[in-house]
């Protein structure tokens, strides 16, 4: 993880936090009262953290992972740097590693947060090695501040990965259809794209085999919407069982349906076609209402360099099959 990029959201936040705590050790050294060394000191650190503030505002996005685990460590000494400043009259101000406790937790992973939180209690012993109050109880306050850091840290750290993972369910929620299990026509736009770009960074052709059941209405009409449920999800099985790893399902909607094929040409996106063609008129054939299905195919680039016209030429192919007799597959590179 050390060499990838954080995402913006990490460094907008560490921007912010160390302009408020800059922004905090200001106020205090003029509100506050202080001797001169301290205030100096204080303003001081303060400046060096708007210094780094500023350098995150314009190279943030340009900066790796292990830069920002720097920040944080940064964060740590210069709260410990500012404990050390206020020596034996410090009060409170430990309370500002909190932040680096809840900044790990929220945007690490839980091991390097723990190391982060290991960081500080090292740094906040060294603090305390160097005060000598008689009942100040370092020991007890070292526990009860290294151990509500880390209680707080693995709170906000499980509410983050539970709301992920709700994000990620909605996510794939809202991609799928709820009826066939398989993608529906949002999940096919971003899954395209995602296959546009493979096609392109490799210079390897895919198809696209746009389905439609032939007569699909009579069953709702004849027999339910119940049966004609049942009839789709026997269709997207069908489908599933003849998709390799890589390739794509869709049910783009109704009885229409739709396979991203990585890897394949004219014919043998429209060999495969004709087997699915076959297996849906074995499986149907000894129902109430025999279904067949017609395929358009379409082949990037040949046929379209974008969806919208690999997708508009796999139509013209599949009402060509429609309109020469349905229970067929037509090439859209046939057409022209």
């Given at each position: 993880?050390?060499?990838?990029?954080?995402?913006?959201?990490?460094?907008?936040?560490?921007?912010?936090?160390?302009?408020?705590?800059?922004?905090?050790?200001?106020?205090?050294?003029?509100?506050?009262?202080?001797?001169?060394?301290?205030?100096?000191?204080?303003?001081?650190?303060?400046?060096?953290?708007?210094?780094?503030?500023?350098?995150?505002?314009?190279?943030?996005?340009?900066?790796?992972?292990?830069?920002?685990?720097?920040?944080?460590?940064?964060?740590?000494?210069?709260?410990?740097?500012?404990?050390?400043?206020?020596?034996?009259?410090?009060?409170?101000?430990?309370?500002?590693?909190?932040?680096?406790?809840?900044?790990?937790?929220?945007?690490?992973?839980?091991?390097?947060?723990?190391?982060?939180?290991?960081?500080?209690?090292?740094?906040?012993?060294?603090?305390?090695?160097?005060?000598?109050?008689?009942?100040?109880?370092?020991?007890?306050?070292?526990?009860?501040?290294?151990?509500?850091?880390?209680?707080?840290?693995?709170?906000?750290?499980?509410?983050?990965?539970?709301?992920?993972?709700?994000?990620?369910?909605?996510?794939?929620?809202?991609?799928?259809?709820?009826?066939?299990?398989?993608?529906?026509?949002?999940?096919?736009?971003?899954?395209?794209?995602?296959?546009?770009?493979?096609?392109?960074?490799?210079?390897?052709?895919?198809?696209?085999?746009?389905?439609?059941?032939?007569?699909?209405?009579?069953?709702?009409?004849?027999?339910?919407?119940?049966?004609?449920?049942?009839?789709?999800?026997?269709?997207?099985?069908?489908?599933?069982?003849?998709?390799?790893?890589?390739?794509?399902?869709?049910?783009?909607?109704?009885?229409?349906?739709?396979?991203?094929?990585?890897?394949?040409?004219?014919?043998?996106?429209?060999?495969?076609?004709?087997?699915?063609?076959?297996?849906?008129?074995?499986?149907?054939?000894?129902?109430?209402?025999?279904?067949?299905?017609?395929?358009?195919?379409?082949?990037?680039?040949?046929?379209?360099?974008?969806?919208?016209?690999?997708?508009?030429?796999?139509?013209?192919?599949?009402?060509?099959?429609?309109?020469?007799g349905r229970d067929r597959t037509v090439l859209a590179g046939a057409l022209a």
């Amino acid at each position: 993880m050390g060499a990838e990029t954080p995402t913006p959201l990490v460094w907008r936040v560490l921007f912010w936090v160390l302009l408020a705590g800059a922004g905090l050790g200001v106020f205090a050294s003029v509100v506050v009262p202080a001797s001169r060394a301290e205030s100096i000191g204080t303003l001081a650190l303060s400046a060096v953290v708007c210094v780094i503030a500023a350098v995150i505002r314009v190279r943030g996005g340009r900066l790796p992972m292990w830069a920002a685990h720097g920040v944080v460590v940064f964060g740590t000494l210069a709260i410990t740097g500012a404990l050390l400043l206020n020596g034996e009259s410090v009060n409170d101000d430990e309370m500002f590693y909190l932040w680096v406790s809840l900044f790990s937790f929220y945007f690490f992973p839980r091991r390097q947060a723990l190391a982060h939180v290991a960081v500080v209690g090292v740094a906040y012993a060294g603090v305390l090695a160097t005060q000598h109050v008689p009942d100040a109880q370092p020991v007890a306050r070292w526990l009860v501040t290294v151990g509500s850091l880390l209680v707080a840290g693995m709170i906000v750290g499980s509410l983050n990965t539970r709301s992920q993972r709700l994000i990620s369910r909605l996510s794939e929620a809202a991609h799928t259809d709820p009826l066939t299990g398989l993608l529906n026509r949002s999940g096919f736009h971003a899954a395209f794209e995602i296959e546009l770009a493979r096609s392109e960074r490799s210079s390897e052709s895919f198809s696209l085999l746009v389905g439609d059941l032939d007569h699909f209405k009579q069953v709702n009409d004849r027999l339910g919407h119940q049966r004609g449920d049942r009839a789709l999800e026997r269709v997207s099985a069908i489908l599933s069982e003849w998709t390799r790893t890589g390739d794509l399902a869709v049910r783009l909607g109704g009885e229409e349906f739709a396979l991203v094929v990585h890897s394949s040409g004219a014919e043998q996106a429209g060999e495969l076609a004709e087997r699915i063609g076959d297996r849906v008129r074995e499986a149907f054939a000894d129902d109430p209402v025999p279904l067949t299905m017609s395929f358009g195919v379409a082949v990037h680039p040949e046929d379209g360099a974008d969806e919208d016209e690999l997708l508009a030429a796999a139509d013209r192919a599949l009402y060509a099959a429609k309109h020469a007799g349905r229970d067929r597959t037509v090439l859209a590179g046939a057409l022209a």
